[in-house]
Every structure is written in structure tokens, then in C-alpha cells.
């Protein structure tokens, strides 16, 4: 025993001098301590773990050449060689890994709505549920800065440009007639139903070169991918009825789907008294169907088809007389179709082929008639012969288009591809004097794009991309460079900046054009910073937007205009704030979006640089939403104001040989309050065989004045307010889903 003890004795300091020690400090790139860093020796159980200031420290026995590792989730795994046959002191520094989870995004001049990207704005269901948007995505949008609240037309107004300077899509490919035909001195809504669509990118400015045609927006919608069950859906409300089924396959690969919606505002409107004389009830019948078939390596085939039929007339006083009505007539069919596939061809690749197809007819008429509502025919005075006309329009446009796309290491990718664009637009005019005209216009735009993502670095991403297209009709090309970045700063914010140049050809209205005409530009320029944490997002933005070769249009003997040069100018420049709060009052969710805009352009018969009457200097939204858990409703309350928009009386002056202005002023300014009630009878009972939601919504509930801008006669100079069909209106209707529950949408998205 005493000699077992005398070894152990002798050999103790042989067995200390035999450990080495390992110690360091693990930082990430920005020199920031690292805790929770795992150190070890490969293929022995030494090691250690770094406390809250980085630092670790740990022995081994081991000698001779050996592998360090360093693992921490999020980061890079590192590696080193080392001999250990003394003490060892290192400094590493690890390399943040860029994931879909930690990556910064791209979101200069961009709103997304999605409930599943982390950029999102707005989830997919805030887009139905706003009470002034009255179940339109279009109207949802204009609660967002940089929108305009425009009354009397049809589509988005952004940042200072008309309505055909937005495009909007749906799976990459153009819509041309998203809206419902257009109605005298009446804003159109989009034709498509808002739950069509799984997610929505509202580009106000500086948007991806993987889209073009349009100098101020876009509107990006995808469709739904696979529903989750089989389901089905019935609706009934005073303006119609609707239904629907989403049919999903045993095995869960594929789907198909159908959906009808009849329309008849005749309960309406003898309820709510409009300022037009309805002879003929606007009535529609509509439908769409789609496929989905989900394919090997996780590919999708979508097909998406749509279609409208529509009828409508009413009166309305002739603005040139005290004894004469204007009576107008629409009859139209629309039909959308669209065709996409998917495919992952495998080592990262994508390839997108698709292809739409959309027809839109149109039979268009106005008749003057006296108090009898017998037909009247004038000659005289000038400009009575053009009020008895007649137009037909049948119009045809397709595109095929195909993206490519490579993920590259880490988050970066490229993608690239290309468009073909057919357009077919005929129409045919006849007036009361026997004067008529047959117009064609045959269009074909290709265009090719590429673009990519760089993470140089977590706290650093770069889109550069690039554009051409080349226009038939205008005989030219076109090259528009595009590019944003994004730099993340503390707190879980971000800044950004946007640049791109964006090119659009004359609208069919202002065709055919002078010869030799070129494209109109617009440069685009934006300035973002954004902050979001769980629940609250605050963004602000600071844009400025020039416009070059806009186009300058000339009188027809027919009361029409077309694009006679490309020489005019304009410029739009402002600052967007928008503020949403989900947390800090208990159960209330809510937004604040303000726009301040300053712009002026030179365009169409414009006679110098002057405000567009459709843009206002100042627009603001407020809006908020509650769900009462006990009373099962939930109260949507929405507030839209503008200020005063200018409004001008342009007429031609023989004798100075141009356009002057004999009338010119402000609009008073515009309020809007929205209210939406919706009440969940089965909320809480077992065994639901359907979810029910019954929906009260009003429009401009305070039931304030409203005026849009003026009209003016084209014989009588006489001034004419022009403002909403009626001083607010009531919906009412209940729909009703089967196989699929969405209390908890209804409850936590505020349905």
C-alpha cells in the first residue's frame, strides 16, 4: 500500500503537466460577446460552453494535432486546426448565418400582406375586414399612404399618378380590365373576390424588375395554393347571392373549386335613394373556377378562370339644360383566364411557365330625352350632336410569360425570364349626325428582365435588376435599370433605399398616336425607415418622382383626344408615415397611415405645369378594430380624410391657338367614416355544422358632404358638383361556411 501511494506520489506532477489549457473569446463580426457558444475537440469529450461575456475555458489531455469546432445556432460553424502540446488562447469570431428567419428585407416603396411573410404589413385578411374598403382590395389599400381617396374613377391613384399609371397582377401575369366597366362620374371596384388570394404586395414605388408598364405602382396578388380540407361557402345579402365549393382530393395533391355570385341592387337602391333614375337595376352574374394539382419535388399547376356579365341604365339630368335627361346604357362580358406551372427542377432551380388570356366586350350608349322620357335628336346648338352616340368595344389581350429562378448560396438567388404581350383593341363609334369611326389597335410588347438578391451580409441585402422592352406599335426599345438596399440598424429596424427607372406606352384611348412617339418615363426615388417589433410596426418614407416625356394629347373632330407628342414633364415628391399597434391596449388593433404630396405636371391638354385634379396635398387614415369576446362581435371602424383637391374648366382658345383655364378652384375637403359589425351566432357552441357571420357595414356614417370635383357643360359653361351615388350606404348580409371553422380568423383577424 505504501508503495501504491509513493507511485501515485511521483507520477502527479507528470499527470498536471500533461493538461492544456484551451481558453479564448467567441464575438460575432461587429465584435459583439457571443453566449451560449458550444467549444469542443472533435472526437473527444473536452470542451466547453462561453458565459454572457464570450469567454470559455477548458483542459484536455490530449496532445498532437487535433480539430477545434465552435457551433452556435444561427451562426456558421468554425473550424481550426491546433497542436495542443501547450496552453492555448484564442479570439474567434463566428459568421452569422443568413436565414428566412434573420434576413433583412427588401421593403423600400412595398407594402405586403401576408399571414405568413415576416414582412408583412398587413395580414391577408386585413385587406377584407377594413370597413371603408366594403370587401374591395383596392379599397383597402387607399387606408395606406400614398394612396389617393378618389370618388369619381375607378383604381389606385399613387403618389401623384393616374390611375392607368398602376398595373396590377395576379401570379406575374397583367390584368387588363381588373376593375368593373367604367360608369359616368362613378368609381369602379375590382372584379375579384379579396379570399381568392393568399397574398398581396402593394408596391407604391421603385417595384421589381420582374414587372413593367407602369410609371407610378403595382399591385401583386397570388392565388391560393391547396385548401386545407374540403369546404364550401354560402352567401345572401341585399345586394345578391353567392356560393362556393373547394373540392380537395383523398390524397391531398390536388383541388378544384367553384364559385357564383349573383347581384341585383334593386332592394338596394329603393332603400337608399341614389341621385341617378334607375330604369334598368344594375344586375350581374359572375364565376370563376380553378385547379390546383401539386406535383412531384413540391410543384405547383394553378389554373384561375373568371367571368362577368353585367346590365345596367339610368337617367341623369343633362348638365346643358333644365328639360333634358342623359340616358345611359352599359351592357358587358368579361373573362379572365390564367395558367401557371411551377416546376423545382431540382439543385435549386425554379422554373414559372404561364399564360393569360382576357376578352372584354362592351356595349356602351347615350340618348337625351325630355321629361317624358321620350328620345330628343339636336344639332343645334353645337355640341348636342355628340350626346346621342353609341359605342362598341370588343378587345382581346394575352400574355405568355416564363421565369427562371437559381437559390444560390445562402439567401441569394437570381431570377430572370421574360414577356410577350398581345393586345387587340376595336372600337366602333356612331353619333346622332351620322359621324363614326372604326378604330383597331394591334399592340405587341416583349420584354425580358433579370434580376438578383444579395445578403452581403445579415445587416446588409441588394436587389439590382434590369428591364427591356420592346414596343411594335411605338417601334422602339426601352432598358430600365432598377435597384434597392437594405441596411439593418439596432432596436429591429431597418433602413432602406429604392431607385429605378419605369416606362409606359400611350393608353388605347390616346391611339393612334403621332408618329414617332416615344415612351413616358418616370425616375423613381425613395427613402425608407421602418421599425418592427411583435405587434407594432412604424415605417416612414420620403420619395421623390420624375417624370419625363409624359404625354400631350389633341383634340379629335369627335370629341376624342390622342397622344399628339411626348414632351410633357411633371414631378411628385413627399413623406408617408404609417404606424400600426396591436398591444399596447388590451385586444385593440390598429392602424394610422398619413401622406403628405406635392406634385405638379405638364400632361395631356394641360396648358403648363400645374396640380392634377385627382391628387390631394394631404390624406390620412384612422383604423381600428375590436372583437367582443362576450357579445361574440367584432366593431371595425375606419376613418378616411383628403384635403381639398384641386379642379379645373379647360377649354380650347381659337384664337391664342391653345388650352386655357376659364374656371378653376378647391374642393372642400373629404371625410369618411366606415363602421362594420360583424356578429358570430355559433361561437362557443359544440358540434358546428357551419360558422356563421352576419355583417352590418355603413359607409360614411356621420353623413357628410362630399365632393369629388366639378363637371362643367360643354354649351352652357354651367358647374356641376359631382359627388357619391347617395349620402352613405347600408350592407347587410350574412355568409356562412361549411367544413372549415374559422372562429379563430374571425376572433383574431377581426373578420
Request: net charge positive.
Amino acid at each position: 500500500m505504501r508503495f501504491f501511494l509513493y507511485l501515485c506520489i511521483c507520477f502527479l506532477p507528470i499527470s498536471l503537466n500533461a493538461q492544456v489549457q484551451i481558453a479564448g473569446k467567441i464575438t460575432d463580426n461587429r465584435g459583439k460577446p457571443l453566449a451560449g457558444a458550444s467549444i469542443s475537440l472533435k472526437d473527444t469529450y473536452d470542451g466547453a460552453t462561453t458565459d454572457s461575456l464570450g469567454n470559455f475555458s477548458f483542459t484536455s489531455t490530449e496532445k498532437g494535432d487535433h480539430i477545434l469546432e465552435v457551433t452556435l445556432i444561427g451562426y456558421s460553424t468554425y473550424t481550426k486546426s491546433i497542436i495542443l502540446n501547450k496552453n492555448i488562447t484564442l479570439s474567434i469570431q463566428l459568421k452569422e448565418l443568413i436565414t428566412e428567419l434573420n434576413a433583412i428585407t427588401l421593403t423600400a416603396g412595398a407594402f405586403e400582406a401576408s399571414d405568413k411573410k415576416k414582412g408583412a404589413v398587413l395580414s391577408a385578411l386585413d385587406i377584407v375586414t377594413t370597413a371603408s374598403a366594403e370587401g374591395d382590395i383596392t379599397g383597402a389599400l387607399k387606408s395606406l399612404p400614398g394612396t389617393q381617396q378618389v370618388g369619381e374613377e375607378g383604381g389606385l391613384f399613387v403618389r401623384g399618378g393616374t390611375a392607368t399609371e398602376s398595373k396590377i397582377y395576379i401570379d406575374g401575369n397583367l390584368v387588363n380590365n381588373f376593375f368593373y366597366s367604367s360608369i359616368p362620374g362613378i368609381a369602379s371596384r375590382g372584379r375579384f373576390n379579396p379570399f381568392l388570394f393568399k397574398g398581396t404586395i402593394f408596391s407604391s414605388g421603385g417595384y421589381s424588375a420582374l414587372y413593367g408598364q407602369a410609371l407610378s405602382s403595382a399591385l401583386i396578388l397570388e392565388t391560393t395554393d391547396l385548401p386545407d380540407k374540403t369546404q364550401a361557402s354560402l352567401g345572401f345579402s341585399v345586394i345578391g347571392l353567392n356560393s362556393g365549393i373547394q373540392k380537395l382530393a383523398k390524397n391531398k395533391k390536388s383541388s378544384w373549386g367553384i364559385t357564383y355570385n349573383f347581384s341585383h341592387l334593386g332592394l338596394a337602391f329603393a332603400v337608399i335613394k341614389q341621385k341617378q333614375d334607375y330604369f334598368k337595376t344594375p344586375v350581374y352574374h359572375e364565376g370563376d373556377a380553378n385547379f390546383r394539382i401539386k406535383t412531384k419535388n413540391g410543384g405547383m399547376i394553378k389554373y384561375f378562370g373568371y367571368w362577368s356579365t353585367g346590365k345596367l341604365g339610368f337617367r341623369t339630368h343633362d348638365i346643358d339644360s333644365a328639360t333634358l335627361n342623359d340616358a345611359f346604357r352599359l351592357q358587358d362580358l368579361n373573362s379572365y383566364q390564367n395558367f401557371t406551372w411551377k416546376m423545382n427542377a431540382g439543385n435549386g432551380w425554379k422554373i414559372t411557365p404561364g399564360i393569360s388570356f382576357s376578352t372584354d366586350k362592351q356595349n356602351i350608349s347615350n340618348e337625351l330625352q325630355d321629361k317624358n322620357d321620350i328620345p330628343q335628336s339636336f344639332t343645334n346648338p353645337a355640341g348636342y350632336d355628340f350626346k346621342n352616340f353609341q359605342v362598341h368595344t370588343h378587345n382581346y389581350y394575352g400574355q405568355a410569360r416564363i421565369l427562371i429562378e437559381k437559390k444560390l448560396k445562402g439567401m441569394n438567388s437570381l431570377r430572370w425570364g421574360s414577356d410577350y404581350f398581345i393586345t387587340h383593341e376595336n372600337v366602333n363609334y356612331s353619333a346622332l349626325d351620322s359621324t363614326s369611326f372604326e378604330q383597331a389597335i394591334h399592340e405587341k410588347l416583349y420584354a425580358a428582365f433579370a434580376e438578383t438578391d444579395f445578403y452581403l451580409s445579415p445587416r446588409l441585402a441588394l436587389k439590382v435588376g434590369s428591364r427591356a422592352e420592346h414596343s411594335a406599335l411605338l417601334k422602339k426599345w426601352n432598358w430600365a435599370p432598377r435597384f434597392s438596399l437594405a441596411y439593418r440598424l439596432k432596436n429591429n429596424s431597418q433602413a432602406s433605399f429604392a431607385y429605378g427607372i419605369f416606362y409606359q406606352t400611350p393608353e388605347s384611348q390616346y391611339l393612334p398616336a403621332t408618329p414617332g412617339i416615344g415612351y413616358a418615363q418616370a425616375t423613381h426615388y425613395i427613402l425608407q425607415y421602418q421599425r418592427t417589433t411583435t405587434g407594432k410596426t412604424f415605417r416612414t418614407e420620403v420619395f421623390y418622382k420624375k417624370y419625363n416625356h409624359l404625354y400631350k394629347t389633341a383634340a379629335t373632330p369627335f370629341q376624342t383626344s390622342y397622344a399628339d407628342n411626348n414632351m410633357g414633364s411633371g414631378y411628385a415628391q413627399g413623406v408617408e408615415l404609417f404606424w400600426r399597434d396591436k398591444t399596447t391596449i388590451k385586444n385593440l388593433d390598429y392602424w394610422i397611415s398619413y401622406s403628405y404630396l406635392d406634385t405638379k405636371r405638364n400632361f395631356l391638354n394641360f396648358p403648363y405645369s400645374m396640380q392634377p385634379n385627382f391628387a390631394a396635398n394631404h390624406t390620412a387614415s384612422f383604423i381600428v378594430k375590436k372583437f367582443f369576446l362576450p357579445w361574440k362581435t367584432g366593431l371595425n371602424l375606419s376613418y378616411n380624410f383628403a384635403s381639398g383637391r384641386p379642379y379645373y374648366h379647360l377649354k380650347y382658345d381659337y384664337n391664342q391657338q391653345k388650352n386655357i383655364i376659364e374656371d378653376a378652384g378647391t374642393t372642400i375637403p373629404y371625410h369618411n367614416m366606415g363602421l362594420a359589425v360583424n356578429y358570430l351566432p355559433n361561437l362557443g357552441k359544440s358540434n358546428k355544422k357551419a360558422f356563421v357571420v352576419w355583417v352590418l357595414s355603413v359607409s360614411n356614417v356621420l353623413g357628410q358632404n362630399q365632393v369629388f370635383t366639378y363637371k362643367y357643360g360643354n354649351i352652357n359653361n354651367n358647374k356641376e358638383a359631382v359627388g357619391p351615388t347617395s349620402k352613405r350606404f347600408v350592407f347587410i348580409g350574412c355568409f356562412l361556411s361549411f367544413g372549415v371553422d374559422r372562429t379563430e380568423d374571425a376572433i383574431n383577424n377581426h373578420l
